[in-house]
C-alpha cells in the first residue's frame, strides 16, 4: 500500500519500445503500436484507481514526422481509432481528455475528433488524461516566446517584470502541474523533447519494460519507487 500522500499527483510517460516490442516477435513495427494501446488502457486505469490527477502520455513527437509514410499514417490511424471508440467510455469515467501540441499538423479529420473529444470531455476532472501529439519541447518554448515577443511589441507587456510563472502562462497548457515523476519504457536515458519547461525538478523513472509490456504491475513499481524518493527542489534535506 502506498500512502496517498506519497502518490504523484502528475505522471508523465515516454511511452517507447513499440517497434522493438515487434521486431522481436519477428512482427511489423504497427503491431508493437497496437499492442500499445492496451498499455495506454491499462495506465488509463490504474492512475484512476491510484487518485493520479494528471496524465500525461507522450504519444507522437514532432520528430516523429521524420518516420517513413506509412508508419506514421499507421500511427495516425489508430489515434483516430481510439478517439472514436474510447472517448464515450472514458467520459462515463470521468476522464478529461486534452491533445497537446501542435494540432496544425493533424489531418483535419482526426483534428475534428481531437476537437470532439475535448469539448465532450471538459467538465470532468477524475482524470486529467494529456496526450502529447505532434508534441515537441522546444517548439512549446519556441511558441510561447513568440506569443510574448508579439504582446511586447504590441506594448502589452512589459518583459522586465516577468517572472517564470508568468513564462507558464504561455506555455500550451498552464494549468498542467510540473510532473512530479517522469516514467520512460523500454531503456533508452533520454528525454527526446518532452515537457523540458515543466520536467526541471521531475524525478525520473527508467524500465527495460517495452511499452507494449508496461501494464499494471510495472506502474506500480514506478509508483512505489517514486514513493520511496526524498525530494529537495535544491533545498536540503528535511528533518
Ligand atoms: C514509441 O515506440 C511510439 C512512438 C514513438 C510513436 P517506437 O516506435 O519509438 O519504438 P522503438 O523505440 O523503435 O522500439
Ligand atoms: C519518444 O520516442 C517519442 C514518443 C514516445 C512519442 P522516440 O522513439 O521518438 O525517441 P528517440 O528517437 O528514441 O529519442
Ligand atoms: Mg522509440
Redo the contacts with the bound molecule.
Sequence with gaps: MIPQDRIPRHVAII?????????KRGLP?YY??KV?VESVREAIRTAIDFGIEYLTL????RE?WK?PGK?VEM?MSIFRQVLTREVAKLHREGVKIVVMGRLQDLSSDLRKRVDEAMELTKANSRLNLYLAISYGGRTEIMDAAKKMARLAAEGKLRLDELNEEDFRNFLYHPELPDPDLLIRT?G?LRVSNFLLWQIAYTELYVTET??PDFRREEFVKALEDYASRERRFGGVKAS
Design positions: 511511452m517507447d519500445g513499440n517497434g522493438r516490442w515487434a521486431r513495427r508493437g503500436h500499445g507522450y504519444a507522437f513527437s516523429n518516420r508508419e500511427i523500454s533508452e517495452l511499452w
